[in-house]
C-alpha cells in the first residue's frame, strides 16, 4: 500500500525515538535500524487511516518486533565466541536518545546496558519504556498486551535488579578524566601496585572481541587480577603491534553518556573502553573490539572532531 507524504513523514518524524528505544531493548545499533526499517515496512503495509494513535501504533509493533529479536538472540549468544556486550555508541550520536533526566542518562549508559542482559525480555521492555521513555504503565500494557497490574509488578522486579548491580555511586566528569589519566599512567608505568590502588577491590574486565578479535572468554576479576591484565595490555610488544595492525592513538571520551577511552589505527575505531568509575575507585572495563560493532563508531569518529590523542602505544 502506497504511503502519502503525510504517512511518510509522520513516520519519519518518529524515527529518532524508534531506533533509540529499539537500541535500548537491542543493543545493538544494527539491530535496532533493522527493526525500525522492519516496522517502517509494517506502517506501509497498512491502513493508516485506520489507526487512530500511530505513536501508539509504532511503538507497539517496534516493541514486539525487538522482544523476538531478544528472544532468538538469547539463543544466537549461547554460541557467541566469549563474552558479548553491548555496541557501544559515541558521544553525539542521534540514537542515545534523549538525556533530559537522570533516568533516561542511566538508561542508555554502558553499565546498564550489560546489567540488561540479565532480564527477561519482557522485563527489558517495560523497563526500558517505563525508565527511559516515561511510558504510563496503562500505555505499557497495551503495547505488551499485560494487565497495568503485571506492568508495574514487572518493573519493580526489573528496577530491583538492575539496581542491585548498580549500588555504588558514579563521580562527576572532571574527577572521571582525571581517574582516567591516572590509570593510563599507571597502566604504562609497567609496574601493579598503581594500578591496584586505582581499582575496587572487586574491579571486573570484560572483552569481546566477538572471535575476531583474541578476548579472553572470562572476564577477569579483583583488583590484582584486572591490574595485571591492563599493565600486559598496555605493554608495547610485537603480539600487540600486530593485533593493532599500527600505531594506537588514545582518546578519552564518552560512550553512553559515560567516561570511555577510543583507540584509533589508522582513523579506524580499534575499540572502545568503557570504565565505570565510582566514588570507591574503577569498577568496572567493559572492553568491545569485535569490529562488527564498531562500524558506526567509526562512522561517527570520522564525522567529528575529536582533538589531539590523549596517549599513543606501540
Known sequence: MALTMTDVDRFESSRP????IAYRLLGSASEAEDAVQETYLRWQGTDTD??????????KVLTNLCLNQLTSARARRETYVGEWLPEPLLAGDPMLGPA?????RESVSYAVLALLERLTPSERAV???????????????????????????????????????????EVDEAAARRIIEEFLAAATSGRTEPLVRLLTEDAVAVGDGGGKVPARAR?????????????????????????????????????????????????RVFGVMCLEITDEGIAAFRNQVNPDKLERATRQWAATDHGTPLLRLF
Open 17 to 20: 525515538r524508534l531506533e533509540a
Open 50 to 59: 485506520r489507526i487512530e494513535v500511530p505513536e501508539a501504533w509504532l511503538t
Open 100 to 104: 533530559d533526566s537522570a533516568e533516561r
Open 127 to 169: 523497563y526500558v519504556l517505563r525508565e527511559a521513555f516515561d511510558y504510563p504503565h496503562r500505555e505499557i500494557a497495551g503495547i505488551l498486551d499485560l494487565t497495568e497490574a503485571a506492568s508495574q509488578q514487572i518493573f519493580h522486579r526489573a528496577k530491583k535488579h538492575v539496581a542491585e548491580g548498580r549500588a555504588r555511586a
Open 219 to 267: 572476564a577477569f576479576e579483583g583488583a590484582v587480577a584486572v591490574a595485571t591484565f591492563m599493565r600486559g595490555l598496555f605493554k608495547p610488544g610485537p603480539a600487540q603491534r600486530a593485533l593493532a595492525g599500527g600505531p594506537v592513538d588514545l582518546y578519552v571520551t564518552s560512550a553512553n553518556g559515560g567516561p570511555a577511552l577510543v583507540a584509533v589505527v589508522a582513523g
